[in-house]
């Protein structure tokens, strides 16, 4: 997958980098972008990424003196004068050129500021989108093979508050070749509060290729078009850059550094729920001196679950096995850590995903697929252990296409892509494949720009189509997250891609990015791949996807992403990430795409799968969602429950619940076996009472696994209707209704009571329906004379006979009050007097007058009025009753009556204490 590995500083920016960020907005932008996709690589998808274990200077260079071998390559202290060097910019160092990387912005040697002491090397930015980077490419960075190093320095910054200054790092060859997957950035380096600071960057690498030769380092000034994603949606939607920045950089140090190697028990990085396991440690280079390697467990709130020691002799380099206790179902961190004497020397840390047993479904299809970004390098063992474990059916990989099909990157290129494939289609896992624009200097970030703007586009694409084309069916034209930022695509364009297509495949599909908030092309004979942004929150997500629900011939892709980064708690995130997909998945969206929940990473020293923190809910919830179809949507009080069935013989399926505003205790009928699973895998029994399943729900969504989804349904669509009456309209006739979502016949009789004082007809009514069919019985209501206003639960029973014996209860209410005028009554003691206030708010769009009284028992009745209340005002009547505390706990009756009219409200209310 070629992931850059970074530092925790750089998680946003992993977060949030798609190469397209910067076009549309200036040139310069895409040529930052395509310098740092050249030079480093990166990859487009947005999973998250496990924090990269280092070393810090001042730990290297005190291992230095106990370690021989850890030694010291370069330092790059710009003190050059007296080498001879009275230029204005350090030897060895050359400017890189292109769009978006100005020459009239410039380096030199600042003789006035320096870290240990001057002088220093300074980068200046002058003007809108400008960004400069120098390299030092020179031979005398030769390194070993097999062996390890650490690149660590100090910047200091002015202006920057947009901008970031950062260190990057690769590894080449000897014919000067990048070497896949080898690329690293520092941290990103923004102005302080305090003035004139100068901050630590550290870069770790690994020479693992045989072939590494040399270490190549870049020193950039970045406007944030190149790490921060721009969303044209957010309501800050402004594009801020640094006009005038400047960045200095001092005692740059490339140092050898013990090898240390801690890989976990599996190439996936998953152990079994509750079983142990061993991790393997690997260190030499620290000297003849014996040392400690302290291994310690952390669960996922970062708290230490177990630690271990260990005593290794001088120069043994024999693997240690360190255990991995068993551990309950969740994501947790392996740290291992050298000591020499006192100091610790290296550090070294890896992600362990421990994963539960879940129940066995049988998967129906790909509902959902997950994004793979651009895949350069990874054991393709644990990769495949990663996507069964995610019931995967699809995925997407990222394929720029090639310009020079001979070049030494590009075979590499082809042939890593080559052995993915036929790795996917052992694990009858279909490819979706996703054009991008070559990955050169000046390409423009997206592929509809490339296809416009680059005429002989089809001799890019023809190669790639030569050497895969045959292994891939399915074809998206560029990236979401890049595409929906630019010009939408035309469907002469996309008509010309898809000619080009079918001289290498049959009959290709193909896939147009584009935003779920913007109406669709017409004409484009193409599948939409909805981008849905990462902004809309849960709630507001299903009225955006509500062009999924209507007619079409084709029906949409939906690309769903991690919320976006605010301010929530791991919990929290995780819980609005699992209520994103299940919200998605509900619609009628042909695919729902996520970026792949992992990453390859080197925190252990050595590449590595690394599973994110959502890693093991996901894989609960992605088990359940791909092996059901959307059946409806069940509101359970303050609580949700989005439904789906199982196979069509099958009639129980499940449902994913949760609590709308926070913790809930609701009651529902969804059949004798209903069990609950939280997204860790942990089961627990739901108490019944006479068919009716209490469940508790939070925000945290739950699986509710065994639901009896026509039983469900039924009583999801009962309904009383209306559910108000007006006070004054003793005659009036609600209707009950449901639905029968049973696959055959249902029989049954339908009971209903009321208040004894109330006329209500029929009592009792049979029926019989076909599937799908409803029933809706108006109700002859007759209420009391002077009523006072009430919310009325009636006692409703449906007891079905066939297709099985059940009986199912329902409470709704009926409110008897009136319309667009609110009355409120308050009691009060004023000493030994009573005091009731009568407010009346109109709400209604005219004018209205009404008489009001107030009835207290053994009291004369007191009346007012309210005279030509103007709509949206409120007015309030205050009744007195002195030496009426004998009267406490009894009930006043207080009302209002129009005056030219028929309405009327009475109310009662308790004499308080």
């Given amino acids: 997958m070629g992931w850059i590995a970074k530092s925790a500083g750089l998680r946003r920016l992993r977060a949030a980098w798609t190469w397209r960020r910067c076009v549309g907005e200036s040139g310069c932008a895409a040529a930052f972008r395509l310098a740092l996709v050249c030079i480093l690589a990166a990859q487009v998808t947005e999973p998250a990424q496990a924090q990269l274990g280092r070393n810090t200077a001042d730990q290297i260079l005190a291992a230095a003196a106990e370690a021989p071998r850890a030694t010291q390559l370069k330092l790059f202290d710009f003190d050059e004068r007296s080498q001879g060097n009275y230029e204005d910019t350090p030897m060895r160092w050359t400017q890189l050129g292109g769009l978006g990387l100005p020459g009239h912005c410039r380096g030199r040697f600042d003789d006035e500021v320096g870290h240990s002491a001057p002088p220093s090397f300074r980068l200046d930015v002058h003007g809108v989108g400008a960004n400069i980077a120098y390299e030092y490419a020179h031979h005398d960075l030769i390194i070993e093979p097999q062996a390890d190093y650490l690149i660590s320095g100090f910047v200091r910054c002015r202006g920057l508050f947009h901008a970031r200054a950062l260190v990057a790092a690769y590894v080449v060859d000897r014919f000067g070749e990048r070497l896949s997957d080898s690329e690293r950035v520092s941290e990103l380096v923004a102005d302080t509060e305090t003035p004139d600071e100068w901050q630590r960057v550290e870069i770790p690498i690994s020479a693992d290729s045989r072939g590494a030769f040399a270490i190549r380092i870049q020193l950039w000034v970045l406007q944030s078009a190149g790490w921060k994603r721009f969303d044209r949606h957010s309501p800050d939607a402004i594009r801020r850059e640094d006009v005038q920045a400047t960045a200095w950089f001092d005692d740059l140090r490339v140092i050898r550094v013990p090898r240390a190697r801690l890989m ?116 393709l063992g644990g990769l495949s252990q990663l996507l069964t474990e995610l019931s995967l059916r699809e995925v997407k990989v990222h394929l720029p296409l090639i310009e020079n099909v001979d070049a030494l990157e590009s075979v590499r290129q082809i042939r890593a892509w080559g052995r993915l494939l036929r790795t996917l289609a052992e694990l009858r896992i279909d490819t979706v494949g996703v054009l991008r624009p070559p990955l050169r200097l000046d390409a423009p970030a997206t592929l509809h720009e490339y296809i416009r703007r680059e005429p002989r586009w089809r001799d890019a694409l023809s190669p790639l189509l030569a050497q895969i084309g045959g292994q891939v069916h399915r074809w998206q034209l560029g990236v979401e997250a890049d595409e929906v930022l630019t010009t939408a695509w035309e469907p002469a364009r996309v008509a010309a891609i898809r000619d080009q297509l079918r001289r290498y495949v049959a009959v290709p599909d193909l896939l147009v990015p584009a935003s779920a908030l913007d109406p669709p092309v017409e004409g484009l004979g193409a599948i939409r791949s909805a981008l849905v942004p990462d902004a809309v929150p849960s709630p507001a997500l299903a009225r955006q996807l509500e062009f999924l629900l209507a007619p079409a011939s084709q029906r949409d892709w939906l690309r769903v992403s991690p919320p976006a980064d605010r301010g929530l708690r791991r919990l929290d ?341």
């Fill in 264 to 379: 976990p028990p599996d190439p996936s990085a998953m152990v079994a729920a509750h079983t142990a396991a061993r991790l393997r440690f690997e260190v030499n280079g620290v000297g003849e001196r014996s040392f400690e390697a302290r291994f310690t467990v952390l669960d996922p709130d970062g708290r230490e679950r177990t630690r271990h020691g260990v005593i290794i002799a001088g120069n043994d380099q024999k693997p240690v096995s360190v255990p991995f206790p068993a551990q309950p179902p969740g994501r947790y961190r392996a740290v291992a850590e050298v000591f020499v004497g006192e100091e610790r020397v290296l550090r070294r840390e890896i992600v362990i995903a421990v994963i539960p047993e879940l129940p066995r479904r049988n998967t129906l299809g790909a509902a959902i697929s997950a994004d793979l970004g651009l895949w350069q390098a990874g054991d």
């Fill in 573 to 913: 995130r995780i819980a609005e990430y699992a209520r994103r997909l299940t919200i998605a998945r509900a619609t009628d969206a042909a695919r729902v795409c996520i970026p792949a929940p992992f990453s390859y990473e080197s925190s252990g020293g050595a590449p590595a799968w690394t599973p994110a923190e959502e890693f093991v809910p996901l894989r609960t919830l992605m088990h359940f969602l791909n092996s059901g179809r959307p059946a409806g949507v069940m509101r359970l009080g303050d609580g949700i429950a989005v439904l789906f069935a199982g196979s069509d013989e099958d009639t129980t399926g499940f449902g994913v619940a949760w609590g709308r505003h926070g913790a809930v205790a609701v009651e529902a009928y969804l059949g004798g076996q209903v069990r609950q699973l939280d997204l860790w895998g942990s089961v627990r029994s739901i108490p019944q009472a006479d068919g009716l399943a209490r469940v508790e729900l939070g925000p945290m969504p739950v699986i509710l696994d065994g639901v009896d989804v026509p039983l469900a349904l039924l009583q999801s669509s009962f309904a009383l209707s209306p559910n108000y009456v007006e006070s004054h309209e003793r005659h009036t006739q609600p209707t009950l209704s449901f639905t029968n979502h049973f696959e055959e016949r249902v029989d049954g009789v339908l009971t209903v009571r009321g208040p004894s004082d109330w006329s209500l007809t029929p009592r009792s009514v049979e029926f019989s329906l076909a599937p799908g069919e409803p029933l809706q019985r108006a109700l002859d209501l007759v209420i009391p004379p002077r009523q006072p206003a009430v919310t009325q639960p009636l006692d409703v029973t449906i007891e079905l006979r066939e297709p099985r014996s059940v009986t199912l209860r329902f409470a709704p209410e009926l409110t008897i009050g009136l319309r667009d005028i609110i009355v409120e009554l308050h009691t009060s003691w004023d000493g030994d007097t009573l005091v009731l206030d009568q407010s009346l708010r109109n709400a209604s769009a005219a004018p209205v007058s009404f008489g009001a009284f107030c009835d207290v028992p053994r009291r004369a009745r007191q009346e007012s009025q309210f005279l030509d209340v103007p709509p949206g005002e409120t007015r309030v009547r205050r009744y007195t009753f002195s030496d009426a505390r004998a009267i406490r706990g009894q009930r006043i009756r207080a009302g209002v009556h129009e005056i030219r009219g028929d309405r009327g409200l009475e109310q009662l209310v308790d004499v308080p204490e």
